[in-house]
């Protein structure tokens, strides 16, 4: 079994909401993912846990906080977003933090964000 | 600065023929790859990844060569199926100390597979 659970699949916020996207493993993964894929544009890295610890913040505005409660769970939190973050949000889980031949990255089905 | 190029936006093959896309990178610190499959609306499905160390890896229909010196990479499917259709990307990552499991994404090449 490799799957990554996201919930919720669709989600429409106005500017000055607050909201969650949230994403579950139980492959006893213990490294997570967060990419933003915009349309027709490859998936880019926003925020990697590492033995539920944020390891890499790629530079994304604070407006998207991530949260990792346990092991198996990745939360990312969305506050006064932009109609620009309008997007893919795709949740991913491997074996172990890092990188090791072998060691695949699996992608959840995602969740589309719009912003209005 | 595209570290991981897809030349091919588009590649339009008969059933039952071979499809091959294409994949070049340029930092040499890359040394594991895999290629995921996209449909629209959906998630990218891992497909096959493939290791420095070797120079080819073979999972059913699914081929992936590595030109470790060309900084090149191709996924062979053979033969193509029209369920095939989709969005294909190659990724990279490096591996070793330091490494962060940061996949970096090519811009995809797009398969058609016509009955």
Redesign the interface.
């Known amino acids: 079994d490799?799957e990554?659970t996201?919930t919720p699949k669709h989600l429409v916020m106005g500017m000055t909401n607050k909201k969650s996207l949230k994403c579950e493993q139980h492959m006893g993964h213990r490294?997570m993912?967060w990419y933003k894929q915009k349309a027709k544009?490859?998936?880019?890295?926003m925020f990697?846990y590492?033995y539920e610890k944020l390891?890499?913040n790629e530079s994304v505005p604070s407006r998207f906080s991530p949260e990792c409660p346990n092991s198996s769970l990745l939360n990312l939190h969305l506050h006064a977003l932009q109609p620009e973050d309008s997007a893919l949000y795709?949740c991913a889980s491997?074996q172990t933090?890092?990188?090791?031949?072998?060691?695949?990255?699996?992608?959840?089905?995602?969740s589309?964000l719009t912003v209005v | 600065d595209q570290q991981v190029k897809q030349n091919s936006p588009s590649l339009s093959v008969q059933e039952g023929r071979i499809s091959i896309l294409n994949c070049d990178y340029t930092n040499s610190m890359f040394d594991y790859f895999l290629w995921y499959k996209k449909y629209p609306a959906e998630g990218p499905t891992f497909l096959i990844s493939i290791s420095s160390i070797k120079d080819k890896n073979e999972d059913g229909r699914f081929t992936v060569f590595l030109n470790k010196s060309a900084k090149h990479l191709s996924l062979h499917i053979v033969p193509s199926q029209p369920g095939d259709s989709a969005v294909y990307f190659c990724a990279a990552m490096g591996v070793g100390s330091g490494n962060t499991g940061k996949l970096i994404f090519g811009q995809g090449t797009t398969l058609q597979v016509k009955p």
Do not use: D, M
């Not at chain 1, 933090?97 to 995602?110: D, K, L, S």
């Open positions: 490799t990554v996201q490294a993912y544009k490859p998936p880019e890295l990697v590492s390891s890499i795709l491997s933090p890092g990188a090791v031949a072998g060691n695949t990255i699996y992608f959840g089905e995602g589309w």
